[in-house]
Structure formats: C-alpha cells, structure tokens
C-alpha cells in the first residue's frame, strides 16, 4: 500500500534505489536477472528488498505464463511530486498568467490613452 | 529486443463500482482524463472513439474485454489503444490497454493497469509512460475528494499534444 512513510522508507535505502534504477532501465525483469545485476547480494537478500519495495507499491509483479516479472510502479512517487511539486508550480504559473493579464490590460490601456485625441 | 509492457498499480479509498464508473464513463473521464470523453459508450466487441472537450480526437480503438467488478471477481475493462492526439503516433499500430479492478479490503480498491503490445510503437510506449501517472494520481485525487488534480501545463504528457 503507498502510504507515504512506506515509499519514503523504501526508497531510504541504497540498494532498494540502485534496484528500482536498474528496473527503470530495463522494466519486466525476473529474479534472476535482477540477482545476476547484484551479485554482491544473496538471492534471498534481493528477494527481501523487492518484498519491500512491493509492500510501498513501487514494485508491482506480474505473470507472463510461469515466469514472474517485475514492474517499477512509479504512481506512488507521481503521488508525491503532484501533491507537492506540482501545486507550488499551479501557483507559480497562475501567478504568472495573472501578471501577464496585468501587463496586457496596462498595455491596452495605455494604447486606448494614446489613441484618444487630446 | 521487444519493449516491455508499463504496469501501473494504485489504490483508491472507493468502491470497485466507482472506480469502474470513474473509467468507463464519460461524467467521469472528462473529469481527469484530459477533459476527453467516450463518443458513445463503450461495449464489449465494440469500437471506441474519445474526444477532449474541444472535439478533437484523442483515442480510438475495440473494447475487448467488458467485465464490471462483482463480488468476489475484478472488473476488467481491455481496450487496443490507437492514439489519434499527434500525428507520429497516430501512425503507430494500436496498443493494448487493460484495467483490472479489485477489491482490496478495508474499502480500497486496487487498480492495475497493464499497457502492453508495444513492439510497433515505440513513440506511443515513450508518450504514455509518463502519461499514466498523472493520469492515475488524478482519478484517484477526484474519487477521493470530488475534486481532479490542477490541469497540467503544456509540457507534461498527454496534455502536450491535445493541447497544443
């Protein structure tokens, strides 16, 4: 489930990172091709980082016949960037829109002034 | 060698019915999705045709599959998948797209989707990519508290081309 402190915890972790990278580069891969990747860790070291990676939701497995794959869900980490980067861009560029707007009526406004005969 | 399908996977504080209103109709859809909404409503076996707000073609492509979720067994909604929103993709073959809707307890619903069949269309896997996030995040923004996440600015995925 992607409640926000599982996603942060799970990416804290460097190696957890270096294997969502490596899914990022190449998505749908198996065990092991994900162990070969790693072979300083224990298959079983690489299996515990992916349930945990599954548990934040940022892996999602999926069956192709009797091979397992493994997919990098990137929506929970989309979740974060929209709730915060996103809303101060919204904001930023609606400030931005209603400056311009200003500028633009100023502008008319002006045009209109030195239009009118004196 | 062949590209790899994107799988996605959200959970939503709704229930199975509305999150399978929330992809099959277009009250919903036009809400989150881009503004785009079904010409008439899908069903099984049947072509498709979306359009954004301002008419302009979006998608098109077959309802394979039309399955709305019941007890004990998901809703799954698979449709192909041809981009009509920019002209290099529109000349790539069509896609598949499948949603499976699932209980999940606790009065979440899980939805998976699965966009695969990418082999010729290598534009259209780069597009939706990054698509499908936001796409996501939104509906799950608007059944969640009645309200879509903010538009987005021209640059950002699909909304690059059906708004420009």
């Known amino acids: 489930m992607e409640q926000g402190s599982e996603v942060f915890r799970a990416l804290a972790d460097p190696t957890r990172r270096a294997l969502l990278d490596s899914l990022f580069s190449r998505d749908g891969q198996t065990l092991n091709e994900l162990c070969e990747k790693f072979p300083e860790m224990t298959r079983f070291g690489v299996m515990k980082h992916l349930s945990v990676l599954a548990d934040a939701n940022l892996v999602v497995t999926a069956r192709q016949g009797r091979t397992k794959r493994h997919y990098l869900n990137p929506v929970p980490i989309g979740q974060v960037a929209n709730r915060w980067i996103s809303k101060y861009a919204a904001r930023f560029t609606a400030a931005l829109v209603a400056l311009d707007d200003q500028v633009i009526t100023d502008q008319a406004k002006e045009k209109l002034r030195r239009a009118q005969p004196a | 060698m062949s590209l790899p399908a994107h799988v996605y996977q959200v959970y939503i504080a709704a229930s199975p019915d509305q999150v399978w209103a929330a992809i099959t109709e277009?009250?919903?859809?036009?809400?989150?999705?881009?503004?785009?909404?079904?010409?008439?409503?899908?069903?099984?076996?049947?072509?498709?045709?979306?359009?954004?707000?301002?008419?302009?073609p979006a998608i098109e492509g077959m309802i394979e599959e039309m399955?709305?979720?019941a007890e004990g067994s998901p809703g799954r909604f698979v449709q192909t998948w041809?981009?009509?929103?920019?002209?290099?993709?529109?000349?790539?073959?069509?896609?598949?797209?499948?949603?499976?809707?699932?209980?999940?307890?606790?009065?979440?619903?899980r939805v998976r989707l699965v966009h695969s069949d990418f082999d010729q269309s290598p534009l259209t896997?780069?597009?939706?990519?990054?698509?499908?996030?936001?796409?996501?995040?939104?509906?799950?923004?608007?059944?969640?508290?009645?309200?879509?996440?903010?538009?987005v600015r021209a640059n950002e995925g699909v909304a690059e081309v059906v708004s420009s």
């Open chain 2, 26 to 56: 277009s009250e919903w859809t036009r809400r989150y999705f881009h503004t785009t909404s079904f010409v008439e409503p899908p069903g099984r076996g049947k072509s498709y045709r979306t359009v954004t707000a301002d008419g302009r």
């Open chain 2, 67 to 69: 399955e709305p979720p």
């Open chain 2, 82 to 109: 041809h981009t009509l929103y920019d002209a290099a993709l529109k000349r790539e073959p069509p896609s598949r797209v499948e949603w499976t809707i699932e209980n999940a307890g606790d009065g979440l619903t």
């Open chain 2, 125 to 151: 896997w780069e597009n939706v990519r990054d698509g499908w996030v936001w796409i996501l995040d939104s509906m799950k923004t608007l059944l969640e508290t009645g309200e879509p996440l903010p538009p």
